[in-house]
């Protein structure tokens, strides 16, 4: 199996143990003494925007959710800590360690809470609000509360439509792209692109339709299928311009599609990668190694923190020098050319 597949297969045990134990990526640096407060808010209900919604609680530093605590299994979306509303749109989290958050709210059509994983997320969902940078200071005592309130964002909407036809797979849509772009998903959900994040789901059919979406505005999707050989896909659209949209899912399965042709940037390194086979798999040979290991305990942005960014500079024999990001990228494309 090539490194990369490796690396990708890392990220599905990574999604795995995130819906199943809830505990990878540590809370927000909290204070030396145990004080916590209590988030209270409100999530508008107006128009289409109407009844109860998941709330989501996010390390804004990170973009990351927070994971929630649970002696037992947690399944899916429930191993992030969330709250559910009540009809007015109210809700509550208590026990929050001092740290800057984000919150984020949906809602599933049909039903109240969290969809069932891994079969039953509805093919239609809605980003109920966002609230930045909410505050919960090491100042004050112990239940003290911080009072927020998340409001639509618009009322734009997108079908997104995988190429081939297929479920199985962890969406994200963001306001920023991820690093190397929308269709290296898992290990390019960087910090930029969660902490810009819109909303995070699970794609149960081989459709999603999503409501809610800002104005005039370019969203990235960017969906990792994890069902026997992984697979990456997404898209870049403006949410004025485009209401359906087509991506194609990059996997190594009978239907799935190849990258095709690199880029102009990165067809001649693609070319080294494929005469040089060696010599590449020496230079990646720390990267492979530190990304397993990193991406197992912590987040990808650790992982690309850790190996000094993706614009940390590689060497390379009878070629020079080139980007850590570029030659990763020129690989893949160098092995499906095989």
Not at 55 to 76: H, I, Q, R, Y
Not at 158 to 181: H, M, N, R
Not at 200 to 216: A, N, R
Request: contains cysteine; aromatic residues 8%.
């Amino acid at each position: 199996m090539s490194s990369i597949w490796r690396i990708l297969q890392a990220m599905i045990c990574l999604l795995w143990l995130m819906a199943s134990t809830g505990r990878l990526h540590g809370d927000p640096p909290r204070a030396e003494a145990e004080l916590v407060k209590t988030i209270a808010g409100a999530v508008e209900s107006t128009g289409p925007f109407q009844g109860p919604a998941v709330v989501f609680l996010c390390d804004a530093m990170t973009g990351m959710p927070v994971w929630a605590k649970s002696e037992v299994p947690l399944n899916g979306l429930e191993a992030f800590r969330h709250e559910v509303s009540d009809d007015q749109g109210s809700f509550r989290f208590k026990d929050v360690p001092p740290g800057k958050y984000r919150l984020v709210a949906e809602t599933w059509e049909g039903i109240r809470g969290l969809p069932k994983f891994p079969d039953g997320t509805p093919e239609t969902v809605t980003i109920r609000g966002i609230c930045e940078d909410v505050l919960v200071s090491s100042a004050g005592t112990t239940g003290d509360i911080v009072n927020v309130r998340l409001t639509p964002l618009g009322t734009r909407s997108v079908e997104l439509l995988p190429d081939p036809a297929e479920g199985s797979a962890f969406v994200v849509l963001s306001k920023k792209q991820p690093i190397g772009g929308e269709t290296f998903a898992g290990i390019s959900w960087g910090r930029e692109f969660l902490t810009n994040a819109l909303l995070i789901t699970h794609l149960s059919h081989p459709k999603l339709k999503v409501h809610g979406l800002p104005e005039k505005t370019e969203v990235t999707m960017s969906a990792f299928y994890y069902d026997n050989l992984p697979g990456m896909g997404g898209a870049t659209w403006n949410t004025s311009q485009q209401a359906i949209v087509q991506f194609k899912i990059y996997a190594g399965w009978s239907n799935g599609h190849r990258l095709g042709d690199p880029p102009p940037e990165l067809k001649d390194l693609t070319e080294y990668c494929l005469t040089h086979a060696a010599e590449v798999k020496a230079a990646l040979l720390p990267f492979d190694q530190k990304f397993l290991e990193t991406i197992r305990k912590s987040s990808p942005q650790q992982a690309w923190d850790e190996l000094g960014g993706p614009d940390r500079v590689v060497a390379l024999p009878d070629f020079g020098q080139t980007s850590l990001l570029a030659l990763i990228q020129a690989r893949s494309y160098a092995r499906q050319k095989k």
